[in-house]
């Protein structure tokens, strides 16, 4: 062996080999015969060819996106039914003539369907004076400069909020613009039901359509 052939072994790396079969992709088309002689070590078959490699990894590729799509068509699908939940919802509230009704006939229907253990409605203490307070500390502490808190509560605020009920998340969410109208609070015995960086449009709808209900049972002087 020459000077000259050692010398090109020892700078002939992986990586110059790697850069020059991508600089050449008909390398293997114009080298055929070694395209079939390169084996790759293979976990249960001992070893595979190139072709056979190539074809596996597609393979793989190909149930990965089956399954990612099969995820997506089943989140679409219960999407699809929370949103129905919710559609079929607002009329029932439409018809409610007291804050009692209202809140009974939520909590009903969201404890029945969904996953929810818990659900209060908090007026604003100019309709409720015994809110007050709550809704301060909770602005203050929880909320402070949020319209909505997702996330987990202290033992004593779940107590105040919630009473007895399991609750291991909530969302919380301002009524009207600035919080004037009062706080809707969902309650979940799932942990990581109501988390931080979750999609807040259907219970932000339902906000602004309990902060449009409000004025007129507030108005009847209902409880």
Not at 81 to 110: A, K
Not at 195 to 207: E, V
Request: hydrophobic share 40%.
């Amino acid at each position: 062996m020459t000077d000259r052939t050692q010398r090109a072994e020892i700078s002939l790396d992986d990586t110059h080999i790697a850069d020059y079969l991508a600089s050449q992709p008909d390398f293997f088309v114009r080298q055929r015969g070694l395209l079939e002689q390169l084996r790759l070590p293979h976990e249960q078959r001992g070893s595979v060819s190139l072709v056979e490699a190539k074809l596996e990894r597609q393979r793989q590729r190909i149930h990965a996106l089956e399954e990612d799509i099969t995820q997506l068509m089943t989140v679409a699908g219960e999407n699809e039914r929370i949103f129905r939940v919710y559609l079929d919802l607002f009329p029932r509230l439409f018809e409610c003539t007291s804050l009692g009704e209202l809140e009974g006939c939520m909590r009903h229907t969201l404890q029945e369907q969904l996953r929810v253990s818990a659900l209060r409605l908090v007026p604003d203490a100019r309709w409720h004076p015994s809110a007050g307070e709550q809704l301060e500390r909770l602005y203050r502490e929880r909320m402070a400069g949020r319209d909505v808190y997702l996330g987990r509560l202290g033992k004593d605020e779940k107590q105040r909020l919630f009473g007895d009920a399991l609750v291991n998340s909530c969302a919380l969410i301002r009524l009207g613009r600035q919080g004037e109208m009062g706080l809707l609070a969902f309650g979940s015995a799932d942990s990581g039901h109501y988390r931080l960086g979750m999609d807040t449009l259907i219970i932000r709808q339902l906000a602004d359509f309990l902060a449009l209900l409000l004025p007129r049972l507030v108005a009847d002087g209902r409880p």
